[in-house]
């Protein structure tokens, strides 16, 4: 992968200083400054604590820009997420390479043409959008616009007239050529409003199998949560490869039962750097201990697993395809990473009060995943976390439960809407 087109720098030594203070109040109601006990300025109280966004970048989730607004916040704010661009690449590279090893035996009704539905979480998410793109650049069926692949949901495209997606032909490992066609995509978002929702998947594959019958030859889906809801109603029984995204353990085991593939997001990187930039804050060192820097329990991060964008004050972990070839090495999704599982002496890193939350707590990689290997971690790292789940439709149903940030020495906020940084930012100012 070319890191430079993302602007992507190694840094090791940022040397942020850590958290501000805490601004206790007294029984009589008024702000009395306390010194915070790694000697920050007692004025700036909650606006200097350390913030991390993970999983949903800050961003508009119309053109997907970033916003640099929350991204700032303070000095010590970050984003921990994974490649985005890189992982949707390898979601399609991962399908186009079944499709030109199997195309014969893809295709069901024998009509030359290689017909997939794809599964979109949320047209206003930067993974989802990345996702989409990354499936329809490597099978040649986007269009681009204004120097991007559209990743706008077609409907339906059976006669291949889509203005939204064209056709495309590949030439097979057997060297014969095939014709490729997105026959069918939408987001799944549930009457409520919730995105990424696995039982309008399976729904959807049902109406699809009924109108389209034998011209589905593969599933594609930006998520596991999706594919496997797709892949349970239908396309397990009738044979049809299905492509998910996270590596979540019941996607991966269904390997063995004909799932086709999906991709990790790296999500030990993930969960142990959302907790461990708070750490590095807590403690006055500098970001990247623990990181690309050995920490003095020994734990470090392999600088092939993640990168660090200064521009974008974010992290990214890269992303690994599973397949049949190697699943079997991800089977237990909330393994810690192999070189960061050392416990922190308490006595030189004194525990410290986290307020974290899942937007949606039935979401089926934050909730089975993530949330476990957090709370892995925050033991470790020697973190009192609260976690709180949200109902993945409305931001308030969150922010109504940050009604005491005083009492917290630093926030991970994970948000229903990639819009919606203020909402937290203005709690803590």
Request: charged share 20%; hydrophobic share 35%; proline share 2%.
């Amino acid at each position: 992968m070319d890191l430079t087109r993302r602007n992507f720098v190694r840094v090791c030594g940022l040397g942020l200083a850590g958290a501000g203070t805490v601004a206790l109040v007294g029984c009589g109601g008024e702000s009395t400054d306390q010194p915070a006990e790694d000697g920050g300025d007692a004025a700036t109280g909650n606006a200097a604590k350390p913030v991390v966004f993970f999983n949903r970048q800050p961003s508009n989730s119309t053109t997907g820009e970033l916003d640099m607004d929350t991204l700032n916040f303070n000095e010590n704010t970050y984003y921990v997420g994974f490649d985005a661009t890189q992982g949707g690449d390898l979601q399609g590279e991962m399908v186009l390479a079944h499709i030109k090893a199997h195309a014969a035996e893809l295709d069901r009704n024998g009509d030359g043409v290689i017909g997939y539905v794809l599964a979109v979480g949320d047209i206003g998410h930067n993974d989802s959008i990345a996702r989409t793109r990354g499936t329809r650049k490597a099978l040649g069926t986007g269009i681009e616009v204004d120097g991007n692949i559209d990743p706008t949901p077609i409907g339906t495209n059976v006669d291949g007239s889509s203005t939204l997606v064209q056709d495309a032909t590949i030439t097979a490992d057997d060297g014969k050529e095939y014709t490729i066609r997105e026959l069918a995509s939408q987001e799944m978002k549930n009457q409520s409003g919730a995105t990424w929702d696995a039982a309008t998947a399976g729904n959807a594959i049902q109406s699809w199998s009924s109108a389209f019958g034998d011209q589905i030859d593969v599933v594609v889906s930006n998520n596991d949560g999706m594919g496997m809801s797709m892949f349970n109603a239908w396309s397990k029984e009738q044979g049809v490869p299905t492509f998910g995204y996270d590596a979540n353990s019941d996607a991966v085991a269904a390997i063995a039962e004909g799932y086709a593939g999906t991709i990790s997001q790296n999500p030990a990187v993930q969960a142990y750097l959302t907790l461990r930039l708070l750490r590095n804050v807590f403690d006055g060192a500098d970001i990247n201990t623990g990181i690309a820097t050995e920490d003095d329990a020994g734990n470090v991060i392999a600088e092939a697993d993640y990168v660090y964008n200064e521009d974008e004050r974010s992290y990214y972990a890269m992303n690994i395809a599973v397949t049949a070839e190697n699943y079997e090495d991800y089977l237990d999704a909330t393994t810690l990473y192999a070189t960061a599982q050392s416990q922190l002496d308490e006595s030189a890193h004194p525990n410290k009060s986290v307020w974290l939350n899942i937007y949606n707590a039935a979401d089926n990689f934050l909730s089975a995943t993530y949330q476990p290997l957090l709370e892995k971690y925050d033991d470790l790292l020697n973190l009192t976390v609260e976690y709180i789940g949200g109902d993945g439709q409305t931001e308030s149903n969150i922010t109504n439960r940050l009604g005491n940030p005083d009492q917290y020495d630093g926030f991970a906020i994970n948000m229903v809407k990639t819009d919606n940084g203020a909402s937290y930012t203005s709690l803590l100012a």
